[in-house]
Nanobody, 114 residues
């Protein structure tokens, strides 16, 4: 059974940091490119960052470039998103998913507020 389970979300003050994790199981994680997307209340889903299977290719949305870092540990079947200098507009549910969208996690809520 394929599972993607996000963790690490929570409430953080503006300027703070959070590290999201996504634990994968039930498929060959190391063979899949992975992405983080987010959806804020009342807004469309937005792609945040993407990483190829061996981490050779990494892309970011302009809105997070320089603040967020995507990474992966294929030995641990885990995807990460390090988020620094958080802003209120980063408030959203964050989802990890495969590059082509075959598999999605249920999301973890990040709230940036003072």
């Amino acid at each position: 059974q394929v599972q993607l389970v996000e963790s690490g979300g929570g409430l953080v003050q503006p300027g703070g940091s959070l590290r999201l994790s996504c634990a994968a199981s039930g498929f060959t994680f190391s063979s899949y490119g992975m992405k983080w997307s987010r959806q804020a209340p009342g807004k469309e889903r937005e792609l945040v960052a993407a990483i190829s299977s061996a981490s050779y290719t990494i892309n970011y949305a302009d809105s997070v470039k320089g603040r967020f870092t995507i990474s992966r540990d294929n030995a641990k079947n885990t995807l990460y998103l390090q988020m620094n200098s958080l802003k209120p507009e980063d408030t959203a549910v964050y989802y990890c998913h495969t590059w082509k969208g075959d598999y999605w996690g249920k999301g973890t809520l990040v709230t940036v507020s003072s």
